[in-house]
């Protein structure tokens, strides 16, 4: 038995802050992926919504504070982005290409 | 004057809302509350002065014209990477596929005839020679199969080419057979005394969980391996056997049991690793494999074990945690190949298959006994140079490099680990889905988050035994 596959996908909804728009959702999807089982759903009135499945690593309480939480730690991801010294990123980035065949 | 304070590029990983590891260019690791975390990005000037000595000394911030302080990072980075960078050092044979036994999740499948599954000796020599094509001062070469003993004579056959030609190199070169043992014999001890090779073996736990993951038809696996190390040991030394053990679903309700078979044969390390889904594991996999949650709850109970020994004078390593606390903690990498990045498939091992081919590492050959051939890099005997400018070693490295995958970008774990192309192929037939949804991704995330929190919560007994571990030199004896 794989017990991954075998237990059934429930999905429910998950209440986000702010933009709810496709484009936002399926951010959010991709920003969360390692931590929570998360897709975009549309209903049939055309809205999207954000759904969480059972099978996630939190339960559905905390979901949302994990959404939020990893929202929040994308925008300081960005921020050290923009302000590290560009000259060592592309150093390290240098030295880990030239390991590959020459 | 003010010193002015640059802040180099660095990832964190959240242990809970209040507190974060986070890892710098050069993998230095510390701890930072969400404060310091936001004072480090945004004026580092108001850390504490301590956090702020740190963060120099940690390469998470540098000085404005401090060229030496420069240098010497760009000495650690390429210190790092020099076990991708010096060519391949683990080199694999593949004499053969023979194997009696028929092992329920054998990631490599097997035969037990000989026409057909195994090398010729014009392979032999002609994959020694590539051998030596590899820049690398430090060669392991290694016989796999199957049960390679089944095909001693062409392991003979390497290890004298390669002696020969060695006379002259004067390379380091180390020489391990994989095997059951069961075949082991007096003669070839002495043989193997003679030529410093080493043996490793497989014991999966108690007779009855080994018996039951390896049937033969005598159902004596267990016993036919410890005769064979005990064998070994008398005639070689003492040191002369390794082991490695596979978890099935069988072993995940015995996990104390399976480190205390270890202390009990005198084994200094374990290598606790998950089932590789290849071969008749893959053909087996509704039976066989179990969930990251269920292979974590196992190792950690087994690491408990190992602990729980190592705290009554009875030193063995866990491999795994050894690898992950090397990264993490030594400043020189033990070149763990799975671990690499770029990838150490093709990089820094190479497997010569006994049907002719060479391929990057040894799932990409499991991957060809299931049918899938696209990842050979070329013919046996074909120049090194060419198989390393091969196309499937060009995607192998592209689909390796943290700097250009998504997933590993944001990830705090990426200087120590990497993609891996063959696993994510095997997975989703494509070297590039997204990573974290890729096995190899999930398990070393655990793991490492696993191994931080340990850290951070370690007294000086766990300490002082993690930087033991953590030395380059995975074969040092444990204590």
Redo the contacts between chains.
Sequence with gaps: ????RDIPLFWHPLALPGDNSPERLQQVVQVC??VLNLRVATHAEGQCCLEVSHTASADHQGAEAIVK?ALA??L??E???S???R???M???D???????R | MAIKHQLYPFQFHRLNRAEVVAVSVTGDYTYLTQDNLNRLIEAPDELPMEVLAEMHAKYFLGREGNHGSRRLLASRLVTKQETVTGGPTLHILVPTLQCAHTCRYCQVSRSLQDTGFSMTPAQVDAACDTIFESPSNTLTVEFQGGDPLLRYDLIQRAIERIARRNAVEKRSIRFVVASTLHQLSPEMCAYFKAHNVYLSTSIDGPAELHNLNRPLASRDAYERTVEGIELARECIGKDAVSALMTTTRASLAMPEAIVDEYIKLGFNEIFIRPLSPYGFAARNEQKQTYSLGEFSTFYQRALQRVLYWNKRQQPIREAAAAIALNKILSPFDAGYVDLQSPTGAGLAVLVYNYDGYVYPSDEARMLAEMGDTSLRLGMIGKPLIDLHQSPVMHALVNASLPTRTPGCLDCAFSRYCGPDPVGAYRQFRTMTPPVQQTKHCQQQTWLFDYLFRALQDADEAFLAMAHRWARSDLKEEAA
């Design positions: 038995m794989n017990p991954e992926s390692a939480q730690d994308t300081l991801r921020r050290i982005a302000k590290a010294n000259e060592v990123a150093l390290a980035a030295i880990l290409t030239q390991a590959g065949p």
